[in-house]
Each structure stands twice: as C-alpha cells, then as structure tokens.
C-alpha cells in the first residue's frame, strides 16, 4: 500500500507544477528548533540565549503531520536536551522508519543509550565543530572539551560504519576571528574520521571582535576567498563535500541548498516543500529565508503552510519577483 509521504509528494509536485500557491500538499520537510536548552555556551551562538521549547500543542502538531514527510531535522540549542526528543525518535521509528532525519548537535551527550535509540531510520549527524584542536575549540565551544568531542565523535564514525541504515556524517563550522586562519585543518580533522561533508557558515549577528563578516574584515575575506579553492580540491581528494555559505558573493540572492530545489523552471521550489520553526516560535520558508511566514505560538502548522505569508513567497517566485523576499544578507539566526 502507498504511504501517505510519496502522496504528498506526489501531490506536492503536481502542484509545484501547476504553480498553485495555496496547497493541499502538506510540506515535505520540517525543520524543528526543539529547544534553546544547551550543554555549551559557544561565544558566537544567539540561541541558548533565547529561551524556548518547543510547545506541547506544537509537539502534537508534529506528530500529526509526521506521516506526509520524507525529511525531519532536529535542532537546538542542543537537540538530545529536548525532554521529548525520545519520544520523538521512537514515533518515527515505530511508524515511520523511512523518514530521513538531520540532527543538529555538539555530538558531547550521544552516548551508547542514544545510539540504541537512533539505530531505527537513516540519519545525518549534524556536528558543530568550531576548531579542529583543543585549545581553540575549548575557547569558542565555552563547556566542552576536546578529547570528550573525539570520544563521541570515534563512537558516532563506528555507529555510522555498522549501521543497516544510511548514516552520514557532516561538520558544521562557523567561521570568525579565531579561527579563520585555521579553517584548512578542518578538512585534514574531516579526512582523519572519514565525515561526508563539511559546512562553512559565517559568524552572524551584531559587529563584535569575533565577526569578520560585519562589518567586513577585507584581510580575512581575501585569506579565506585564497584558502577555498584548496580546501575544495582537498576535500574532493578525500571524498569529502565542501560547502560553504561565507558571503563571498556581494550579489548572492540566495545561499540555498541547490540541491534542495526541485524543480529547474522555478528560482527555488523550498516554500513548496518546506517548513523551519525557529527558537521564539517563529517561522520562516526554509534556513535561507528572510520573512517569518508564521508564528507556532499562535497557529497551527497546517495554518503557516498556507498562509498570506507563505503564499506571497510562492507568488513572488513564480513571478520571478525575489529580491526582497530572498536577499542574501540576512541570516536566520538573526530573526529569533
Ligand atoms: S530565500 Fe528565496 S530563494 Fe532562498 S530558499 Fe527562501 S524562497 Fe528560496
């Protein structure tokens, strides 16, 4: 029997085909701030300091909608703080086991209990990772030690290697002052645990000594611009994927995942298929996305999907009209 996912995301691009703008298709992928509770206090981060979590009538929302999806991602502050994240897992395990789930995290609470509990459904292991060497890590990721981070990250490399599921293994780094001039190091760290991708994303937020992207630091800007063309050619050489979201582009409408997108005629095809509650409750199309389209505080996910919000960023795109809605210079974190 046909599951109600590959329904909808039948439905989904019958729809994006017809450019319809108010959708009986529900999303494809949710994007979940479970939380701003977090075991580290990294110098650049603006969630721990907002506090949230996730609203029992919004959890419940989830869980309803959770048989028309293919794709989840769970983050925080740190995601495995969420009291009910295990509750989470094992809905989607016992239910629907094909969901592809992403999870956000420092890797420093994953123990052998959690690797049990995540064994159920492919997964990507989303690992922050500020600084491939001790004392800088230790400086920026403000809580957590280095060697406890190589521990955790050996057992999640060997959950990965036994796993019946496919299990991959990203880096996220956010670049700034401290460690800039190290960021070709991350990609011989990525070799040594054989991850499957590393993500570069600037520092956001106000200027601070930490920002090199506000106002824009021209000597680390060059540094970095001089180092990506090796790092990309060392990463290839490792079977490693680079992608970086560092504003090099000053005419960048979008720093979107193309492989997100789904279809070729339409600029991007996100608002059709995806759906990112932030911390505070907020919501916006997808991680790349400007105006907040919703509120879970107030409304059901059912409601943002199509509301007057959500529909003006399908028209604009259909209309090719994307300038306000999708500039490049604002950054989620920005919005909480
Ligand atoms: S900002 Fe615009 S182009 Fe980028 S993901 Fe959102 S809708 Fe798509």
Excluded at 246 to 263: A, R, Y
Aim: hydrophobic share 35%; charged share 25%; proline share 6%.
């Amino acid at each position: 029997m046909e599951n109600l996912s590959y329904k909808n995301i039948r439905l989904n691009l019958e729809e994006i085909n017809q450019k319809k703008t108010f959708l009986k298709s529900l999303p494809r992928s949710l994007n979940v701030t479970l939380t701003s509770r977090c075991n580290l206090g990294c110098r650049m981060c603006p969630v721990y300091r907002k506090k949230w979590e996730l609203p029992e009538k919004t959890y419940d929302d989830i869980i309803s909608i959770l048989p028309y999806l293919k794709c989840t991602t769970w983050q925080g502050g740190e995601a495995f703080l969420y009291p009910r994240f295990g509750d989470l897992l094992e809905e989607i395990h016992s239910k629907y086991p094909y969901i592809e789930q992403t999870m956000y995290t420092n890797a420093l609470l994953i123990d052998d209990e959690w690797l049990r509990r995540l064994s159920g459904s492919p997964k990507i292991f989303f690992i922050s990772l500020d600084a491939p060497e001790k004392n800088l890590y230790e400086k920026i990721q403000r809580g957590g030690t280095f060697k406890e981070f190589q521990e955790r990250l050996e057992k999640i490399v060997s959950f990965r290697d036994r796993s019946p599921h496919k299990v991959e293994i990203y880096i996220n780094a956010v670049i700034m002052r401290s460690n800039y001039r190290f960021v070709e190091d991350f990609v011989s760290f990525g070799k040594k645990y054989s991850v499957d991708k590393i993500e570069f994303s600037p520092v956001i937020g106000p200027p601070t000594p930490e920002n090199i992207f506000n106002p824009i630091d021209e000597e680390a800007l060059k540094f970095l611009k001089g180092a990506f063309s090796e790092i990309i050619e060392s990463g290839r050489e490792a079977g490693i994927e680079i992608f970086s979201r560092l504003p090099f582009d000053d005419d960048l409408i979008c720093d979107k995942n193309p492989n997100e997108n789904t279809t070729g005629e339409l600029f991007c095809t996100l608002p059709w298929t995806f759906m990112f509650i932030l911390a505070g409750g907020k919501v916006i199309p997808h991680g790349s996305c400007k105006k907040v389209v919703g509120n879970v505080t107030h409304q059901t996910i059912r409601e943002i999907w199509n509301s007057p919000s959500m529909i003006e960023y399908r028209e604009k795109l259909i209309a090719n009209d994307i300038r306000e809605l999708c500039g490049a210079r604002l950054n989620w974190m920005e919005l909480i």
